[in-house]
């Protein structure tokens, strides 16, 4: 059985695709690409498909995974290139690779995220950042099914910056743009908690709400403060596969 670990996106309109429509838009695509997927066993077998930490709907996303287990070995760049051709635009599958390693899922600690504030003036979410900053302790309330939950969003949260990129728009409103760095903690701290953050202690409040993307996610580096590709320890398995016997290329899948 091979497994295949797939990058995929959310952009444009089809941020606001939830989880459940995206998995029967990408079985669909399995279907018309005739891939030879690895089927459960049961009453009501379902295609072998891993998602991991799924962004919430109406959130955008460069960099959402999951792992795909096939019965028949394929070239993952050509499997790829259909599956892609097969969904709809805006959930566009970007890369694949052979999984050749374990815990994909353990590699995703943390994920960069860019807010876009329309309506708010760069200096100000400057200094409600620097605010954030330097609080030891900054915490909100979400509703949950048990009621609302107060929690702190301030460990989570390894780095904030205001970012100097123009908005990707003309507009002659003011848009201030946030990067930030969120550990995958528990309780699980998103992008519009730090926003309810923000407010509780800067008073910064987007008059409409922020235009979020997650830009990636993967491994964190507690050293450098950076997110690691989790799909390169398979690309380097792969690599030294390749190194130690470099007939294998010619013996690949089609």
């Not at 838009?25 to 930490?53: D, Q």
Request: proline letters at 7%.
């Amino acid at each position: 059985m091979q497994r295949i670990r797939l990058r995929y996106t959310k952009r444009g309109r089809l941020r606001f695709t939830s989880h459940r429509d995206f998995q029967r838009a990408f079985e669909r695509a399995l279907r018309r690409a005739e891939v030879p997927m690895a089927y459960s066993a049961g009453f009501t077998p379902h295609p072998k498909v891993s998602y991991a930490n799924a962004a919430a709907t109406g959130t955008g996303s460069e960099a959402e995974y999951l792992e795909i287990a096939l019965t028949e070995a394929r070239d993952p760049e050509q499997l790829r290139v259909l599956l892609d051709e097969s969904m709809p635009a805006g959930l566009d599958v970007i890369e694949a690779v052979e999984a050749r390693t374990s815990g994909l899922a353990d590699r995703l600690t943390a994920s960069v995220w860019e807010l876009r504030l329309d309506g708010v003036d760069p200096g100000e979410a400057e200094r409600a950042v620097a605010v954030f900053n330097a609080a030891e302790s900054v915490e909100v309330q979400r509703r949950a099914k048990n009621g609302l939950r107060t929690f702190d969003t301030r460990p989570a949260v390894a780095h904030l910056e205001t970012h100097s990129e123009l908005p990707d728009r003309p507009t002659d409103q003011p848009c201030a743009i946030l990067r930030l760095v969120v550990r995958h903690v528990t309780p699980a701290v998103r992008p519009d908690d730090v926003l309810s953050g923000l407010r509780a202690v800067a008073d910064l409040a987007p008059p409409v709400p922020a235009g979020v993307t997650r830009l990636a996610q993967g491994l964190f580096d507690e050293e450098t403060g950076t997110v690691t590709d989790p799909l390169a320890p398979d690309r380097e398995a792969a690599e030294a596969f390749l190194t130690a016997d470099p007939t294998a290329a010619a013996k690949a899948p089609a």
